[in-house]
């Protein structure tokens, strides 16, 4: 299948440049290839941008997230 450039970019949020910056961004496939293991090898290389991000879009992510859950359920159950 192929994918015109064009007419992605018009089908995409123009807010998806931002995000851009939380990993690199490949050109072709082997370049990918080659991106994907240096990020495995340098897992900490966009990891400040990462969490960023994650605090941006999630909120606070501390591993308890499921507890806020089940007492919002809970709460509002007991209503």
Do not use: H, W
């Not at 990993?23 to 082997?30: E, I, L, S, V």
Request: charged share 35%; with cysteine; hydrophobic share 30%.
């Amino acid at each position: 299948m192929y994918l015109n450039p064009k007419k992605l970019l018009n089908r995409l949020d123009v807010g998806i440049d931002t995000y851009r910056t939380i990993g690199d961004n490949a050109q072709n496939y082997d370049e990918m290839l080659e991106m994907t293991k240096e990020n495995i090898a340098n897992k900490d290389k966009y990891k400040m941008q990462r969490e960023t991000f994650t605090k941006a879009i999630c909120g606070n992510v501390d591993g308890k997230s499921s507890q806020r859950i089940v007492a919002v359920v809970k709460d509002d159950y007991e209503k």
